[in-house]
C-alpha cells in the first residue's frame, strides 16, 4: 500500500489518531489542518478545555502504542462528587467494580502528543494553515486555502478522510452536492461558559482530585475536571435565555450573586470568576447526524463531522478514537476497495452513532438533575445489586457505554432501556435496596429477552 | 401602511397568496420569483402535476375572494379508490359527512390564477427572473440575480417573507448566518415518478372521477387523480435501492413487466408509459424542518421553506396556505412590531408544522399498506360509527386534519392519538361493528383526559 497517498482533513484529537493508524498500514499520509500548528501559537484563547477518557478511547489508544504516554498525563476519576447547596459533597461511584474508573486529561496536551507522535512516522506529511474550501469527487480534487486567503491549492486526491471536526468543511460540500443527503443541525436551549479553579498557594488541589464534581440545579449545573498541574477545569451549562439564564447575567455584580446564590462552595476557589465569567465566549451544544457519510468511496467523514455530539456521555472523542479503530480494521478486511471499506463503515457505525448522540443528550438530565433524586440512585444501588448477583446478566447502562468497548453503543442503548424496565418494576414500592424481591428479580433478569452483548 | 414594502419572495402557490393578503391590508409588495413567467414559458417541463385541496386550504381562498373561481377548475373526490392486483376496486369514503370531500386541482393552473389575481392589485408588483442570492439583514440588503447571472441588483428592505420553497435561498443564508441554527432535511427511502393516464378518445376519463385512485402494494404504491380535462396525473411512490426499487426498472421491458405485474388493469390505460417513464425525472421526497423561522423581525420563512412535508396528508399547500392566515391575522393584531408579528408566528405554527411534517410521514403506511389490512378497515368503520353516536366527542383523525380547519395540526395528532388508543381497546378480539362493546366506548370515550378541539 506503501505508494498511496491519503489526504486527512484536521489535526485536532481524531485526524492524527487516524493518520497514525494509517501510517501503521504503510499508507503515505498527508494531515491537513486549517489552524497554525498550536505547538508553536499555544493552546487556541487560552482555554484549558479538558475531557474524560474511558475504554474505547483507551483500546484505540493502546492499539497505536500510546497508552502509556497518555496515562502519564491523566488523572483517574472514580465517580461523581456531587456538591449541594449548602456545599455538602457526596461521592457516587462510577462502577463497583475495580478499575472502571474514568480519566481527566487536557485537550490540548492530548493534542500536542498525538501530534507529536504522528510527526514520529516517515510517512505521514503534517502540514498546518491549509484550509479545505472545497472537495470536487467529481475531479478527485481538493482545494485548499491559507488563513490568509491569498494562496490556494489544488491537490488531485482519490481519498480524503475528513475528521474536520463539527463544522466540517467536507460535510458542508456535501449538503451542498450530494442528493438526499439526510442532515440535522439540533441545538440545545443551553449555552456553556468555561471557568477555573486554580491550585492553592502550595500548588495543590484545592477539592479532591480523583473525582468529577457536579453542582446540579435540576435545570442546570455546573461541572469541574481536575488538571495534572492542580487546577480544575470549570464548566457551567446553563439555559440562554429565561428566567435563570445566561441573558440575566449582564453584569459582574448579576454573576457575583448568582455564584454566591447557588455554588457557594465553589465561589471561594474562583478568584477569577467574574474576569473568566466575561472574557470566555459562551459555547453551543450542538448534536449533529447525517447520512450518508461518504462519497463513492472517495471521501468520509469520521469523529465530529460524522457525529457531533453533546459531552454528559463524554463519549464525543471516546467515539471518534473508536471510529479509527473501525475504521482501521474495515481496511486491514477490504482494502484497497475503498468503496466496501466506507459503506460498510457507514453501515455498521452509524446506528451506534445515533445511539451514543441521543445518550449524551438524555444524559444531561441525568447530571443536572437525577443525580440528586432518591429513587434514581436507589435504582443506582439496585442495579449495582443485580450486577454482582447476575454477573453478565445485568451491566449498568453507564457501565456499558464507558467500561465496555465490546458492546457497541447501540445495543448500551436497547439492553440499557430493557434494564430501566426492570429496574423501575423492582424499585416502583420500596425505598432500600434492602426491600427488593430478588426472586422476582431473577425470574424478570432470566426470562428477558434475549439482549445482544 | 400604504408606503411600506414588503418583498415577498416565490411566485408559487403561497408567495401570491401572501402577497394578495398584504395587498388587501394596503401594503406595497414586490413579489420576486426566480423563474421566468409560467404564462408565458407554459409550466415548467410539461409536467402536470396536480393536488388536493382540503378544507384549510379553502379557508384562506375564501378570505381572499377566490373560493368560487379556484372550485370551479377542481373536481371533488368523496373517497379513495382503492384498486387491489386483480383490479377490483373498492371505495374507502373520506368521511360519512355530507360535503366532506377533497378537491383534485391542477397545481399550473391554480398557480395561474393566483398570479392573475396578484396582478389585479395595483400595488403588487410581480418580477420574474429574479433569483435571490443573498439576503444581509445586517444592512436590510436583498440580493437578486436574473436567470443569466449577468445582472445582480441590490435592494434595501426591512421586511422579507420568503415563499421561495423547500430549497429556500433564504432559509440556505439562515443555516450559514444564524447561530444556533436548527436545521433538519431527511429523506425517505423512495422516489417518485409521474405518468399519465390521458382520456378515451371521446375525451372522457377512463375511471371514476370523484375518488383519489389507489394502488396499494404494502411497500409501495401507484395514485392517481384526476383533472379537469379528463386525464388522471398519476404517481408511483416506489423505493430507490433495493429488490423491488427504481434501480431494478433500467430499460423499457423492465418497466412493462413490473407494471403488468402489479398494475395490470391500469397498463391499458396509460399508452405512453414506457416513454413517459423514461422521460420524466424521479422525484425525491423530503421532510425540512428549521428554528427559528426569522431573523431580528426582518425576514419570515413560510410554507414548504419553514416546513417542507412529504405529499401523503395533501397538507403541503393547505398548511402554507393556512400560515399565510395566520400570519395575516398577526399583522392584523401586532402591525407595525414585525419582530412581534414573526416571534407569535413561529411560536404558534411550529409545532403545528412539526405536527403534521410527522403525520404527513405516517400518512404513506397507511396508504401504501394498512389500506387492506382488515383490521385497520374495521377501526375506520368503528370510528365512523363513534364520531356519529358521540358527535363531537369523536372525529376520526383524518376528518380533523383535512376537514376541520378549526383544530390545529399538533392537536389533531394528540387526539388523533388517544382517540387510536381507544379504537385499539375496542377493535382488539372482534372483527365486525357489530360486536363492539359500546358501553365500554362510552366509558371510554367519556372519561378520557379532556383533548384540546
Chains 1, 2 share one sequence.
Not at 477539592?207 to 453542582?215: G, K, S
Request: aromatic residues 10%; negative net charge; proline residues 6%.
Amino acid at each position: 500500500m506503501s505508494s498511496e497517498i491519503i489526504h486527512v482533513l484536521g489535526a485536532g484529537l481524531v485526524g492524527p489518531l487516524m493518520a497514525i493508524y494509517l501510517a501503521r498500514k504503510g499508507f503515505q499520509v498527508n494531515l491537513l489542518e486549517r489552524r497554525p500548528d498550536m505547538r508553536q501559537t499555544g493552546v487556541s484563547g487560552g482555554r484549558s478545555i479538558n475531557l474524560a477518557i474511558t475504554a474505547r478511547g483507551w483500546k484505540s489508544l493502546e492499539e497505536v502504542g500510546l497508552k502509556e504516554a497518555v496515562s502519564a498525563i491523566s488523572i483517574p476519576m472514580k465517580g461523581r462528587m456531587v456538591h449541594d447547596i449548602e456545599g455538602n459533597t457526596s461521592l457516587q461511584p462510577y462502577s463497583q467494580n475495580p478499575g472502571e474508573v474514568i480519566y481527566a486529561a487536557s485537550r490540548g496536551l492530548l493534542n500536542i502528543m498525538l501530534l507529536n507522535e504522528a510527526e514520529k512516522y516517515p510517512n505521514i506529511r503534517v502540514v498546518f494553515d491549509r484550509r479545505c474550501t472545497s472537495f470536487d469527487p467529481d475531479k478527485n480534487r481538493l482545494t485548499l486555502q491559507d488563513e490568509t486567503g491569498e494562496h490556494t491549492e489544488e491537490i488531485e486526491t482519490k481519498t480524503v478522510i475528513a475528521a474536520d471536526g463539527a463544522w466540517s468543511a467536507v460535510r458542508k460540500e456535501m449538503l451542498a452536492r450530494v442528493e438526499n443527503f439526510n442532515y440535522s443541525q439540533s441545538f440545545l436551549d443551553y449555552g456553556y461558559k468555561e471557568l477555573v479553579i486554580p491550585p492553592d498557594a502550595q500548588g495543590q488541589f484545592q477539592m479532591e482530585p480523583h473525582a468529577l464534581h457536579i453542582w446540579p440545579r435540576k435545570r442546570y449545573m455546573m461541572i469541574a475536571l481536575p488538571n495534572t498541574e492542580g487546577s480544575f477545569t470549570v464548566t457551567l451549562f446553563y439555559p440562554y435565555e429565561g428566567k435563570d439564564s445566561f441573558a440575566q447575567l449582564r453584569t459582574r455584580e448579576a454573576v457575583a450573586e448568582f455564584f454566591n446564590q447557588v455554588f457557594p462552595d465553589a465561589v471561594p476557589l474562583m478568584p477569577t470568576l467574574q474576569e473568566d465569567f466575561f472574557a470566555n465566549p459562551t459555547g453551543a451544544l450542538v448534536t449533529v447526524k447525517c447520512s450518508p457519510w461518504h462519497i463513492d468511496g472517495k471521501s468520509l467523514l469520521i469523529g465530529d463531522a460524522a457525529h457531533a455530539i453533546v459531552p454528559f456521555f463524554a463519549q464525543g472523542m471516546n467515539s471518534g478514537f473508536e471510529d479509527c479503530a473501525m475504521l482501521n480494521s474495515l481496511i486491514t478486511d477490504s482494502h484497497p476497495d475503498w468503496g466496501t471499506v466506507f459503506d460498510t463503515f457507514t453501515r455498521l457505525r452509524k446506528p451506534n452513532a445515533d445511539a451514543i448522540a441521543d445518550m449524551a443528550v438524555e444524559n444531561f438530565i441525568e447530571m443536572r438533575d437525577s443525580v440528586t433524586d432518591p429513587h434514581f440512585l436507589l435504582k443506582k444501588q439496585v442495579g449495582f445489586e443485580l450486577e454482582k448477583r447476575w454477573p453478565g446478566k445485568f451491566i449498568p447502562r453507564y457501565s456499558m457505554v464507558v467500561f465496555r468497548p465490546d458492546i457497541p453503543y447501540a445495543d448500551a442503548k436497547q439492553r440499557g432501556s430493557l434494564q430501566d424496565d426492570i429496574l423501575e418494576q423492582l424499585c416502583a414500592d420500596i425505598t432500600s435496596p434492602e426491600e427488593v424481591d430478588w426472586a422476582l428479580a431473577e425470574r424478570l433478569l432470566l426470562g428477558a429477552e434475549p439482549v445482544p452483548v
